[in-house]
């Protein structure tokens, strides 16, 4: 069995209080009685309580995050930002992947609050979440990551997704192409869409644009997407995909069909992911700020949690940016 603080007490020679004191107030203890204790506490080889220390305190120092799919590069860097701020301010990050099913996420959000965080950080999976509204509705701080939406009360960063797809059916255009595919996830998720809308909207009435939806943002759907569209006769001259994943799925399909990149197809995708630059034909791409979009994600929950009378909620949208390489 672990040893508890009652034993360091004994072990000691001193009050449970005492050794109290030297774990959270060293200050009120001597010299002496601190070094005492502590030899104590190293021989039994004691482990305090911290989250048992909080929770009596009211006030965790733990922070929950749900991802919707760690396996992308994407989140993985939006979660490194944000560890990067909590582990700074002296906050522990619990790590959940909803893997894009919103039985997962309603588990997780269930476990986090049973564990106390302190506040929660959220890319949700649909656009509406009861118990994510009651978790708020209890007080727990919370920003959505990677979701914009000014009706809700609560802090949101995000990069605005509309004007990502107009960088990428401008440049499409630019280069002279006019039978563009959007191979993109489920067109509920509001990054799916966003970038649709953009995409339109630069390529206007004029040029056509097919939309080919996956069911998730994953490069073995991209692959298959990719090859059941080139087996059933589509020619696009481009394609343009939701993420950099889809996009790596898309160029093996195309490289396995004997298809040149960018010769017989151009391919854009969209994150600009580490992999982007090392893919075969490096990969033209939609750039996000992951790891900015993580820390200010971060900070902002961290300023409610320490704050909570004087934080005024923000909606933060940060502007994409066109990496053109060998792909388009």
């Known amino acids: ?34 070094t005492v204790v502590l030899a104590a506490i190293a021989e039994l080889g004691f482990v305090r309580n911290s989250q048992a220390a909080q929770l009596r305190a009211g006030a965790s120092r733990s922070l929950g995050l749900i991802v919707l799919d760690l396996a992308n590069p994407f989140f993985h860097d939006i979660a490194r930002g944000i560890e990067d701020v909590a582990t700074e301010l002296g906050y522990a990050l619990v790590l959940c992947n909803s893997d894009e099913q919103a039985s997962r996420e309603d588990r997780f959000l269930q476990l986090l609050e049973e564990q106390r965080v302190r506040g929660m950080l959220i890319t949700p999976v649909g656009p509406t979440s009861e118990r994510l509204d009651a978790l708020r509705s209890r007080g727990t701080p919370t920003v959505l990551v990677d979701r914009h939406d000014p009706r809700v009360d609560c802090c949101s960063v995000a990069v605005d997704d509309v004007a990502g797809g107009e960088l990428a059916g ?3 255009l630019e280069r002279g192409h006019r039978r563009i595919t959007y191979v993109t996830g489920p067109l ?119 704050h909570p009378d004087s934080h005024t909620h923000q909606q933060i949208m940060f502007r994409p940016e066109l990496v053109v390489r060998e792909s388009t």
């Open 188 to 306: 509920s998720l509001r990054q799916c869409k966003d970038r649709l809308t953009g995409l339109r909207r630069a390529v206007g009435g004029d040029v056509e644009v097919d939309v080919v939806e996956v069911p998730a943002l994953k490069a073995r759907h991209g692959y298959e997407a990719a090859r059941k569209l080139f087996d059933d006769g589509a020619d696009p001259t481009a394609v343009f995909c939701a993420n950099d994943l889809l996009a790596l799925g898309v160029l093996r399909a195309a490289v396995s069909t004997g298809r040149r990149v960018p010769e017989d197809i151009a391919l854009l995708g969209y994150d600009d992911i580490d992999f982007a630059a090392d893919a075969a034909v490096p990969l033209s791409s939609v750039r996000q700020p992951t790891l900015r979009i993580g820390r200010t994600a971060a900070r902002l929950l961290v300023e409610e949690c320490d």
């Open 170 to 172: 401008a440049h499409l």
């Open 1 to 34: 069995m672990a040893p508890s603080i009652k034993d360091v007490a004994e072990r000691a020679g001193v009050s449970l209080g005492t050794v109290s004191n030297v774990l959270n107030r060293p200050d009120k203890v001597s010299e002496a009685t601190r």
